[in-house]
């Protein structure tokens, strides 16, 4: 048999039904805080991720240059401030700054390595330059041009003009053209 209260005792219950309901709003508020917090966290993660870093995770991707339009391919190769596309007309290098859009990018991202974080435009060219690759160069404000690079120098390259359809002769060079890398947008090696 259960013995009588005295009031106290008879008080306690909704003070505890009180502490217990508080208690469960407390636990409640957490939950969603801790729920915020990791967003927060994944926002700002987010925010650290360079483009670079997802586009060396991608496979196939379209770019948009700027002053060009879009290109399809499968990425090659990321640098510190290039990413090398295979497309169906030829090899592209394009500049960072040179690309308007992406689409086709997941979620993922791929630190650089310590080579292919010193891959740059410049390293590009002279690959090319070495196999004699007839090449356009796209520039920021000017129209492209066809030819061969014979050098490349810290901040520029040197171009032998010429058709894109035939290889460096000298009868068929035009001029030799320097062009600074900052006006670079893309470098294309035909197909």
Excluded: F, K
């Excluded at 360079?50 to 090659?76: F, K, S, T």
């Excluded at 041009?145 to 050098?151: E, F, N, Q, V, Y």
Aim: proline share 4%; net charge negative; with cysteine.
């Amino acid at each position: 048999m259960e013995e009588p209260r005295t009031g106290d005792e008879r008080s306690l219950d909704p003070v505890e039904t009180l502490l217990s309901g508080l208690q469960d709003q407390a636990d409640a508020m957490d939950a969603v805080y801790d729920d915020s917090a990791a967003e927060d966290l994944a926002r700002a993660e987010r925010a650290e991720v360079p483009l670079l870093d997802r586009l060396r995770a991608a496979n196939a991707v379209v770019i948009e240059v700027a002053g060009h339009g879009p290109i399809e391919g499968v990425v090659a190769e990321v640098g510190r401030d290039v990413v090398v596309i295979d497309a169906s007309d030829g090899t592209w290098a394009i500049v960072l700054g040179g690309i308007s859009a992406v689409t086709g990018l997941a979620e993922v991202a791929e630190r650089a390595t310590a080579v292919s974080g010193r891959l740059g435009l410049a390293c590009v060219a002279r690959s090319w330059s070495r196999e004699r690759a007839v090449v356009r160069i796209h520039r920021w404000a000017s129209a492209p041009l066809d030819g061969t690079i014979d050098r490349v120098g810290a901040d520029h390259v040197d171009l032998a003009e010429h058709d894109p359809g035939v290889p460096r002769r000298g009868e068929q060079v035009r001029r030799s053209v320097v062009v600074p890398l900052a006006a670079i947008s893309a470098l294309r090696r035909r197909a």
